[in-house]
């Protein structure tokens, strides 16, 4: 592992509330880091905590751009539970994403990184979701 590699581990261990990770010597962090990359397996549950939450927020984009705007309003009905219920999505969406980057990063993940950048897009994408339903729940 490499120092930076080992550098950005620490600071997310700290970002996501984890338990320091003992380092592993080089020799053998580099081995096993080479076969989890041949050998990982499909599923694991980070990955599938972060196809749920790719899901989740997929359907709050759904309810909310199609559905709740335009489908209900086309059939007579109108609630007044549609931006509850999106700030519902939107927070069970956040805690999904930051559940699986907490496993990634826990087990030391092979593609950690890879999910890294993707993740921060969403979760900046669904803040500012919830901090403009938030404003239009309050005004």
């Excluded at 996501?16 to 020799?27: D, G, I, S, T």
């Excluded at 050998?39 to 980070?46: E, L, S």
């Amino acid at each position: 592992m490499s120092a930076i590699t080992e550098t950005l581990d620490r600071v997310f261990d700290r970002l996501l509330w984890l338990p320091p990770q003992p380092a592993l010597p080089a020799p053998l962090a580099e081995t096993a880091e080479e076969e989890a990359l041949d050998d990982a397996p499909p599923a694991t549950p980070g990955e599938r905590a972060f196809s749920i939450s790719l899901f989740i927020s997929a359907t709050r984009c759904t309810l909310q751009y199609v559905l709740l705007p335009i489908g209900l309003p086309l059939i007579g009905l109108t609630t007044d539970i549609s931006l509850p219920l999106v700030i519902l999505l939107d927070l069970l969406a956040i805690t999904m994403l930051v559940r699986s980057l907490r496993y990634f990063w826990q087990t030391r993940h092979p593609r950690r990184f890879d999910m890294l950048p993707l993740s921060l897009v969403i979760l900046f994408i669904i803040f500012f979701s919830l901090g403009f339903d938030i404003w239009q729940l309050l005004t």
